[in-house]
C-alpha cells in the first residue's frame, strides 16, 4: 500500500444521512440524542478491520466513544476523518483526492473497503473472527514481505519468539542477529519520561514545575508550560525546529523554541512535540548536575541490566549498529551521522535516536513491571493516559506512551519510532506480563502491524 502523504487537519465530518448542525446551538435533548444514536448505528455497518492481501495490512474503520465521526487509519499514521459523498461512499476531510467506498453488505455490515488513491486503487476485505496466524505462519509472512530486523514476543520470563531477518549492512557477514543494535527513533521517550520521574522521586524537579523555573527568559505565551505538559504533548509546542541531524547549540536550540508560535493554547490539546522532549532532556541536565545520557545510563539502563542501550556511552562494536536501508540503499549508521562528543543535538536528543537491542528492551519491560527504576506508585504515574490523543495514533497518552484499554485486563501500554531508515514497535500488557518487541532498519508501514498480529495471537490464549 502506498503511503498517505497527507497532514492531518482538524475539521467537523459532514454526518451521514443526516445534518446535526444544529447541535452547537441548542441543549442536548431526548430528539438529539435519539439523532445522535440512529448516526451512531448507521456508522457500525462500515467499522471494523479490513485488510490488504498483498501487504498483509489492516486498514481500521472507526468510530470514537459518542461521537457521529468515521475515521480511518493505517499503521504508523495518523488517523484521517471520513466525509460521506454519497451512499457508502467518503473522501478523506484533509483531500477529495483520496476516496474510500463500501461494498459487499452482508448481515449489516460491509465486507470490502476499496481505498482510491491519486496513484493507484486498492481492495481490502473485512478481517473475518477467529483469523488468527500462528507462529509458524508470522514467522513465513515475515520472511515474505523481505523484514529485515528483529522481532522479540515474551511472556513474563518465557520468550516465545525472538528472530532476527534480513541485513545490517552489506558486508558479507553484515546479517541481522538477536543482539543487533537499532535506532529506537521516538520510543526514546519513554526512556526520557522515566528520567523526569526517577528525579521527582528524589524530590529535584515537581512534573507541576513551570519552564520559567528552569529557564530564564521564557516568554509569556510559554512561561507556564509544565512538565506534565511537556510529558503528554499537551504545551502547544510544535513537532519540530530543525533537522535531526543539524548542529545547535542549546543557546540557539532555546531561541529557536521561545520564538516559535505555540500551535494551540497550553493544556488543551494533543499536539506531538519532538521538541518538547528535547526540553525535558535539559530540565534532566540542570536538575540532576549530569549529561541527559550519563543520568539515564546510571539511574534507568545501569539498575535495569541495559548494557547495550545509549547514544555513545556504550561503546559499541564496528559491525554491532545497523545501518538503515532506504530503497535498497545502505545509509550511515545512526551513530556515524553529524552528533556531538555527547550523542545527538538537541533536535533529536531526548525524542529520538536511543541505540539498543530487543533484548535490553525486553529488559526494561521487566524493570518496569518489576519496580526496578521507578516505584509503584510512581509507575502508576507513568502508565496513566493522562490526556486524550484527539484521534493520534494512540487514543490516550501517558508519560512518553501511548495508552489503551486502561481499566481492563487487557491494558496496553505501546509506543513506536519512525524515521526514513527504520521503524519500531514496543507493546507491553502489563497485567499480562506480555512485550512485543519489533525492530527494523528498513522503514515499511508493514512493520506496525506485526505486533497487533502477535498480540491477537497471545490475546486468544
Known amino acids: 500500500m502506498k503511503k498517505i502523504k497527507i497532514k492531518k487537519t482538524s475539521s467537523i465530518l459532514l454526518l451521514l444521512m443526516m445534518s446535526l448542525s444544529l447541535m452547537s446551538f441548542r441543549g442536548i435533548t431526548n430528539e438529539t440524542k435519539a439523532i445522535n444514536d440512529n448516526a451512531l448505528s448507521n456508522l457500525k455497518q462500515y467499522v471494523g478491520e479490513y485488510v490488504y492481501e498483498p501487504e498483509d495490512l489492516t486498514i481500521r474503520i472507526y468510530t470514537k466513544k459518542n461521537d457521529t465521526k468515521l475515521y480511518l487509519s493505517v499503521p504508523a499514521q495518523s488517523p484521517y476523518e ?188 494533543f499536539n506531538y512535540s519532538n521538541i518538547g522532549y528535547s526540553l525535558l532532556a535539559i530540565i534532566i541536565e540542570k536538575a540532576s548536575g549530569m549529561d541527559y545520557e550519563t543520568f539515564l545510563n546510571l539511574e534507568v539502563f545501569k539498575p535495569s541490566k541495559m548494557h547495550h542501550t545509549g547514544y555513545v556511552i556504550p561503546k559499541w562494536e564496528n559491525n554491532e549498529v545497523a545501518n538503515g536501508f532506504l530503497d535498497g540503499t545502505q545509509a550511515k549508521k545512526p551513530n556515524e551521522e553529524n552528533w556531538s562528543e555527547q550523542g545527538p543535538y538537541l533536535n533529536l536528543k531526548g525524542n529520538g535516536g536511543i541505540l539498543t537491542s530487543a533484548g535490553d528492551l525486553l529488559l526494561w519491560s521487566h524493570a518496569i513491571q ?84 502477535f498480540s491477537n495471537l497471545l490475546l486468544a490464549k
Open 82 to 269: 471520513l466525509v460521506a459523498t454519497g451512499a457508502h461512499k467518503f473522501s478523506f476531510k484533509v483531500s477529495e483526492d483520496y476516496k474510500v467506498e463500501f461494498r459487499n453488505p452482508e448481515n449489516g455490515v460491509f465486507n470490502e473497503l476499496i481505498l482510491i488513491q491519486p496513484d493507484g486503487t486498492l481492495r481490502a476485505n473485512r478481517k473475518k473472527k477467529g483469523e488468527i496466524d500462528d507462529l509458524t505462519t508470522l514467522d513465513k509472512k515475515l520472511i515474505e514481505k523481505d523484514f529485515s530486523g528483529v522481532v522479540l514476543v515474551a511472556q513474563n520470563d518465557s520468550i516465545i519468539f525472538n528472530k532476527a531477518y534480513g541485513r545490517k549492512n552489506n558486508q558479507e557477514s553484515g546479517l541481522n542477529n538477536i543482539n543487533t543494535i537499532f535506532d529506537i527513533c521516538s520510543i526514546t521517550k519513554q526512556f526520557t519520561a522515566a528520567g523526569i520521574l526517577k528525579l521527582s522521586m528524589q524530590n529535584k524537579i515537581s512534573v507541576t514545575d513551570k519552564l520559567s523555573k528552569y529557564f530564564d527568559a521564557v516568554p509569556n505565551d510559554k512561561e507556564n508550560i509544565t512538565i506534565h505538559q511537556l510529558l503528554t504533548h499537551s504545551s502547544g509546542l510544535t513537532v519540530g525546529i530543525g533537522g535531526d541531524y543539524d548542529t545547535v547549540t542549546e543557546e540557539a536550540f532555546l531561541d529557536q523554541v521561545f520564538g516559535s508560535k505555540l500551535i494551540s493554547p497550553v493544556g488543551e490539546k
Open 370 to 453: 518489576n519496580h526496578t527504576v521507578l516505584d509503584e506508585a510512581t509507575t502508576s504515574k507513568y502508565l496513566y493516559p493522562h490526556f486524550q490523543s484527539d484521534g493520534f495514533i494512540y487514543h490516550n497518552y501517558g508519560y512518553g506512551w501511548g495508552i489503551e484499554n486502561n481499566d481492563s485486563e487487557d491494558k496496553l501500554v505501546q509506543h513506536g519510532g519512525t524515521s526514513d531508515l527504520f521503524a519500531t514497535d514496543l507493546w507491553i500488557y502489563p497485567k499480562k506480563g506480555i512485550t512485543i518487541i519489533v525492530l527494523s532498519n528498513k522503514f515499511d508501514e508493514y512493520v506496525y502491524s506485526i505486533a497487533r498480529k
